[in-house]
């Protein structure tokens, strides 16, 4: 598994108010606020593993990271001394539907600030 998916792009002057709006639309509800950072979350573990993502503005760049959280696999690879979170990228069944899911709405983010989509 690999851990949480990254990207860095330019962030322009009303990075929060897009951000706000697009975590308003895609229903994640914000877990976590900072003068320059946001964490929003969507899910309970109890139905689909939850999905994560930060968004951090580092001077005229913003770093976004997202992830699942804790489904039963994930909590299984806790017995390897792995986190137990994986990144949205495709690719095997480990989380695989929330992963989509995550991998969809975060794309949605990604295409306000015409960046390219994670695949």
Same mark, same amino acid.
């Given at each position: ?49 939850? +999905? ?9 760049? +913003? ?6 959280? +804790? ?12 986190k137990s979170e994986t990144g949205i990228e495709s690719g095997g069944i480990t989380a695989a539907v929330p992963r989509r899911k995550t991998r969809e709405a975060v794309n949605r ?11």
């Amino acid at each position: 598994m690999k851990g949480r998916t990254v990207r860095e792009f330019p962030a322009n002057a009303d990075l929060w108010p897009q951000v706000e709006a697009w975590a308003a639309k895609n229903r994640f509800a914000l877990d976590h606020q900072e003068v320059n950072r946001r964490v929003y979350r969507k899910g309970h573990w109890m139905l689909m593993a939850p +999905a994560w993502v930060e968004i951090r503005r580092e001077g005229q760049r +913003a770093i976004l990271e997202a992830w699942i959280n +804790a489904d039963l696999f994930l909590i299984l690879s806790l017995f390897s001394g792995k986190k137990s979170e994986t990144g949205i990228e495709s690719g095997g069944i480990t989380a695989a539907v929330p992963r989509r899911k995550t991998r969809e709405a975060v794309n949605r983010l990604l295409a306000l600030f015409d960046q390219k989509p994670i695949v």
